[in-house]
């Protein structure tokens, strides 16, 4: 039986080593619906939703930009998703590999990205007969500004609104909550990719 946790734990692990971001967490999911048989299921499933927390960490394809050198700031207020929103280190992250410099000032830079809220709300939407929430809708939000290196604006401001539903059942209750977890992760990653995209439409910003 130990044998058995064992090689469950190294599968789920040698999934997130591999490059496709969809196929890894696919795995990594298909490997918590078997650690959920095994003794000692609750400390194996940690190992696996961390597999999870690293799926799509890569967005995909590349793009080109029009600038050599951008500052990004995050949101202030906690409230409004705070400094290590997760969309904000992807969209850093992707710009740097592209070869862009991410400058800690705004008039360092050519383009300023400012993030002005990145919000997560979760709603129930269906009860079962006993009361207990069946059905759920998750919401991520993000509203932006793209501004020169003086703070004048480039374009309209930006809103990205994402929605995913998904049920959830007790029997099944570990393998919802990382499904859970990919779903947040795969809206945050989205809207990231997003951003990107329409970064990668600015022109070349006038001094």
């Known amino acids: 039986m130990k044998h058995e946790a064992r090689q469950a734990t190294q599968n789920a692990q040698a999934r997130q080593r591999q490059p496709s971001g969809g196929s890894t967490c696919a795995g990594a999911i298909a490997a918590l619906d078997s650690l959920k048989r095994l003794p000692y299921r609750r400390t194996l499933v940690l190992a696996a939703v961390v597999a999870l927390a690293g799926c799509g960490f ?7 930009y029009a600038f050599a050198s951008i500052h990004v700031q995050a949101p202030v207020s906690t409230a409004q998703g705070g400094p290590s929103a997760p969309v904000v280190p992807d969209v850093v992250r992707s710009l740097e590999r592209a070869g862009i410099a991410v400058k800690k000032r705004p008039d360092e830079a050519e383009l300023f990205l400012r993030f002005g809220e990145v919000s997560f709300d979760k709603r129930v939407l269906s009860l079962s007969g006993g009361g207990r929430a069946r059905e759920f809708e998750l919401e991520y939000r993000i509203r932006y500004e ?22 959830f059942a007790e029997s099944q209750a570990l393998a919802k909550e990382a499904e859970e977890l990919q ?25």
């Open 58 to 64: 890569q967005l995909r394809g590349e793009q080109r």
């Open 146 to 167: 793209l501004l020169d290196a003086r703070g004048r604006p480039l374009a309209a401001p930006g809103e990205i609104t994402l929605r995913r539903d998904f049920s």
């Open 183 to 207: 779903l947040i992760r795969d809206m945050q990653l989205d809207a990231a990719a997003q951003i990107l995209r329409r970064l990668s439409a600015v022109p070349r910003p006038t001094p």
